[in-house]
């Protein structure tokens, strides 16, 4: 099998970030060589936002109020939620090029040792706790498909903040490694610059030009 990037992550997440439009880029850390592989990727999201179009159509079909307090707040909600989400599918859109592109200068970062991986259970846990009362919600009540509505964009934004925690932490860790590295090859008045040139041959072409 391929190395893939997000290697902590687990498949079913992978999975549903790439139905929910999350992530829009392929996993493989080898690049696409053809059209047609980089642009499935991209289509992986399209059932998501068509059960989204269709779930604003039934709510906005359905809601008939006599109270014209009731008809503003409907307005007010459905608008707001529908601007929401578009502005979330166009920066997930947007966004996806360059954040598979610093996962892979992510991966490509010698560090020389790794720290213990953090503990993403936690955070996981908690957002997954969350959204479990909104799924037992629809189960074990005869709810109508209207509220559906209402809940769409809390479920997108909750995997999206696991998904950016996963990143978060990765890069933390890398950091961590640096911090780690350091502390062993550091000598007493020695520059920084010094030891990372050590680490990474790059620095010391950057330093001189920098000098």
Known sequence: ????????????????????????????????????????????CILSYCYFINICIF????SHFSNKIMDYVHFMVYHGTVIQMVVLFTMLYKRSSKLK??????????????PPPRKRFLVRFTLI????????????????????????CCILNAFDNIFLNDIFDS????????????????????????????????VTTTWSFWR
């Open 1 to 44: 099998m391929a190395a893939q990037l997000l290697e902590s992550t687990s498949r079913a997440l992978k999975y549903i970030y790439k139905l929910l439009g999350i992530v829009q880029f392929s996993y493989s850390k080898t690049p696409p060589k053809t059209t047609t592989s980089k642009i499935i990727p991209r289509l992986w």
């Open 59 to 62: 709510y906005n079909t359905a």
């Open 101 to 114: 592109t610093l996962l892979l200068r992510l991966d490509n970062m010698e560090t020389p040792t790794h």
């Open 129 to 152: 706790s969350a959204l479990i009362p909104v799924v037992l919600f629809f189960l074990l009540r005869s709810v109508s498909y209207y509220y559906v509505f209402f809940f769409y």
């Open 171 to 202: 890069i933390c860790d890398q950091f961590a490694s640096i911090n780690h590295k350091l502390q062993t090859l550091s000598q007493p008045h020695e520059p920084v610059i010094f030891i990372l040139s050590r680490i990474y041959p790059t």
